[in-house]
């Protein structure tokens, strides 16, 4: 199947190129010349940019299937512009072993939508015990190992599996939570968590987890990613590593960088998330953190969580958000709102987390897998249950009035989804 | 962004449900006392009835134990000539696995008036009062952490018929601020009303976070604290406190921060001694101030059922 896309304007923020031009591709990959093409896509008035690469969305399979399907989560994620996402391993049983993980991936492949890159469990059973065979996973596909939001609280086996991973250089995504100072906690510990009686998980429950990370960064070489910055703290001690030329990086989810504990409201469930939502001075840092760089990407946090999952109390509620489908119009209105261009607003999207995942696609470059997404930047998103595809419809953004929709989404030159 | 609608109040203004003490107008909460009043007379008179709730059906849905709360919601609509149905959440559907909003919408076909609520997790009457029909009404009676605002409503009551004006009190509010919803609704009441200062006394342990953005002076010194008040709020505090890391022991704690005769002369010499009870007597309150001239314990409760006979009645009435 050979492509050619014309009349858009090409965004690519791996070059940093963004004007009028058009793309061919052929045999699944961006191809530098045209030649004849089996299909002709005009993108007049739309923005043609790499896919989308989201480093944290869960697709609750196996396990969870009646909060979403592999499938619907598949169906979410394209339509949303996402070619590739990595899946946390908090699935059920969690993903640490490698007969989990290639089943997971045949399934994804099966369904032939987005490109999916599974997260090891870092340990058995998410339990922080004992070290998961991440050699045999690795082979099975895992890029990465990860606790997601379970806690690590021993910090012997923490070093531990620091120094096994940094042995053979795996990646190691990673939370700052201190386990103990947020047991109990459900918002963030402060003005607002006080006036609703609610348990607090205070700011420095991640600033002394972070700093714990960092120091064995210094002291094991390990790779690391942080998942989820939520404080200015952490966003601070970032900044020093990155100075410090550690190897680490970072993300922030798309609602911490828009919302803040005064979103609660009268108990608003779709705002129980992990972590909490914080302060505005520490969504105000987050924002401007990720403008300049300190943080290298935004991601959904996609966790479809079901109604019976929300219409609780909120400590009781399930915390997680849906996001796949939002994950662009959000970022479009964290770069308009930071004063950027639309290449540096992508990258956080595109290049960014292919740096992250160590892949080639996120870019357009001759020669890179032809993972591209045709949206319209001013085009409105009317955040409702009923224009979300994904089964989980639990977001804070309900009722929004957003911009930026999806026109087409192509993978490995394929195209996956057209509106 | 949307802006969310008070939900307490209904498209007039009027109250609709009684979920918190914070946000309600001044007008408002003086309705409810003006009201409370005039059913004060109610409770001394030998026919203790009257007929504004006749026919209505009022569910006491607790999902929390509670003999005190349960038993004068249960005399106050009972006064008022309403129908009583008490259900002990606790040992029934919760444990079966039935969801809060199932028990509820199950309650609702049985075709009820008012629900009166407590649940251990601050928020809970919200999400109820979402979810009910239009003609229901919710009444919080404790959620959490969060709030009591019937026990506010007899605390201010309470205030207000021994010392007449709030606009020169100084009030203290002493112990375990911060798992107290009857602390945080008396907060709120106090500063609506006008109260020029009311402070909170108590261990680092046991002050929220950002506590002061209420509105209020915080100290850790109790004599210090207590000097020149008029109004004294012990707070109820749990033996399981002393379980995890907030005190080390409830000797310790009354050495500090219990009411004393000694520490209570630093008060204002016409000072009100209050509690919501039930009272840990040794712990929190030395039993001679208990049950000593500055006492006002025991009205508490009295009042307690005029304001509950009083907000039910506005609420049914909107």
């Known amino acids: 199947m050979r492509l050619h896309i014309k009349n858009g304007r090409i965004v690519d923020p791996a070059s940093g190129k963004d004007g009028a031009g058009e793309i061919f591709i052929a045999d699944g990959r961006i191809s530098a010349e045209g030649g004849k093409a089996d299909r002709v896509i005009d993108a007049k008035g739309l923005v043609v940019a790499p ?21 619907s989560e598949m169906d979410a994620a394209v339509a949303g512009g996402v070619t590739s996402l990595a899946c946390p391993p908090d699935t ?10 290639d089943m997971l991936r045949r399934r994804a492949k099966a369904l032939s939508r987005a490109r999916v890159y599974p997260v090891g469990a870092l340990t058995v059973k998410l339990q922080g015990q004992a070290l998961t065979e991440m050699g045999l996973l690795s082979d099975a596909g895992c890029v990465a190992f990860s606790q997601a939001n379970a806690p690590l609280a021993d ?82 001690l970032m900044r020093r590593a990155k100075q410090e030329r550690l190897p680490v990086t970072c993300d922030v989810a798309v609602h911490h960088v828009h919302l803040c504990d005064m979103d609660l409201g009268y108990f608003d469930s779709h705002c129980r998330l992990e972590p909490p939502l914080r302060s505005q001075r520490d969504r105000d840092a987050l924002a401007r953190g990720l403008a300049e760089g300190v943080i290298d990407c935004l991601c959904s946090d996609h966790t479809p969580v079901d109604e019976d999952g929300k219409h609780l109390p909120f400590a009781q509620a399930e915390p997680g958000a849906t996001g796949l489908e939002l994950l662009l119009p959000l970022a479009l209105k964290w770069g308009h709102a930071s004063g950027l261009g639309l290449a540096a607003t992508l990258a956080r999207i595109t290049s960014e987390p292919a740096r992250v995942l160590g892949v080639a696609n996120g870019r357009l470059a001759p020669g890179a897998p032809a993972d591209v997404v045709l949206f319209d930047p001013a085009a409105p998103h009317q955040v409702a249950p009923d224009t979300l595809r994904s089964q989980g419809k639990n977001t804070p953004f309900l009722g929004y009035e957003l911009a930026g929709r999806v026109r087409c989404t192509i993978v490995a030159g394929n195209v996956v989804y057209e509106q | 962004m949307q802006i969310q609608r008070n939900p307490q109040l209904n498209a007039e203004g009027e109250l609709q449900h009684l979920l918190s003490i914070e946000g309600l107008p001044r007008e408002i909460l003086l309705q409810i006392l003006d009201t409370a009043e005039s059913f004060v007379g109610v409770t001394e008179r030998e026919v203790k009835k009257v007929p504004l709730l ?24 009972k006064r008022l000539s309403a129908d009583v149905i008490n259900l002990n959440i606790t040992v029934s559907s919760a444990t079966k696995g039935e969801s ?29 009062a979402r979810h009910v029909k239009p003609h229901e009404h919710v009444i919080n009676a404790g959620d959490g952490r969060h709030a009591h605002p019937t026990q506010g409503l007899l605390d201010l009551f309470t205030i207000r018929h021994y010392k007449k004006d709030f606009t020169n009190l100084r009030v203290a509010i002493i112990g375990d601020v911060l798992h107290s919803r009857v602390a ?46 008029d109004v004294v709020v012990m707070l109820r505090l749990q033996n399981e406190r002393m379980r995890g890391a907030l005190l080390p022991s409830a000797q310790e704690y009354f050495k500090h921060y219990g009411l004393t005769g000694d520490k209570l002369s630093l008060a204002a010499p016409q ?18 101030v208990a049950d000593g001239p500055h006492s006002v314990i025991l009205p508490q409760v009295t009042f307690g059922i005029a304001v509950r006979m009083a907000v039910m009645s506005i609420v049914a009435g909107n």
């Not at chain 1, 896919?51 to 196996?62: K, N, T, V």
């Not at chain 2, 006749?54 to 609509?77: C, D, H, M, Q």
Request: charged residues 20%; hydrophobic residues 45%; contains cysteine.
């Open chain 1, 92 to 101: 059920d049983p969690p993903l640490d072993e490698p007969g989990l993980v």
């Open chain 2, 100 to 128: 809060l909003l199932d028990t509820v919408a199950n309650l609702s076909a049985m075709y009820a008036d008012i629900f009166v609520v407590r649940h251990e997790y601050s928020g809970a009457p919200f999400l109820i």
């Open chain 2, 271 to 288: 000072a009100i001694v209050m509690h919501p009870g039930p009272m840990n007597r040794g712990v929190e309150i030395d039993s001679t």
């Open chain 2, 184 to 229: 945080r609704s008396l907060i709120h009441g106090l500063t609506t009303l006008g109260a020029p200062e009311v402070r909170v006394i108590g261990p680092k342990t046991l002050l929220p976070a950002g506590v002061s953005a209420l509105g209020v002076r915080v100290f850790h010194d109790m004599r210090e604290g207590l000097r020149d008040c």
């Open chain 2, 54 to 77: 006749r026919g209505k059906s009022v569910f006491n849905l607790f999902f929390e134990p509670s003999t005190r709360t349960r038993t004068t919601f249960e005399i106050a609509a």
């Open chain 1, 51 to 71: 896919g989308f690469i989201d480093l944290a969305a869960r697709l609750r399979e196996p396990g969870y299937e009646y909060k979403a399907t592999l499938e």
């Open chain 1, 155 to 236: 910090t012997q086996v923490l070093w531990r599996a620091l120094q096994y991973a940094a042995t053979f250089g795996y990646p190691v995504w990673l939370r700052a939570e201190d386990a103990w100072l947020a047991k109990g906690g459900v918002a963030h510990d402060g003005e607002i968590a006080t006036r609703l009686g609610l348990p607090g998980i205070p700011a420095f429950a991640e600033t002394i987890a972070l700093s714990t990370v960092l120091e064995l960064v210094r002291a094991t070489g390990a790779k690391v990613h942080v998942c989820r910055l939520s404080t200015a703290g952490g966003v601070e």
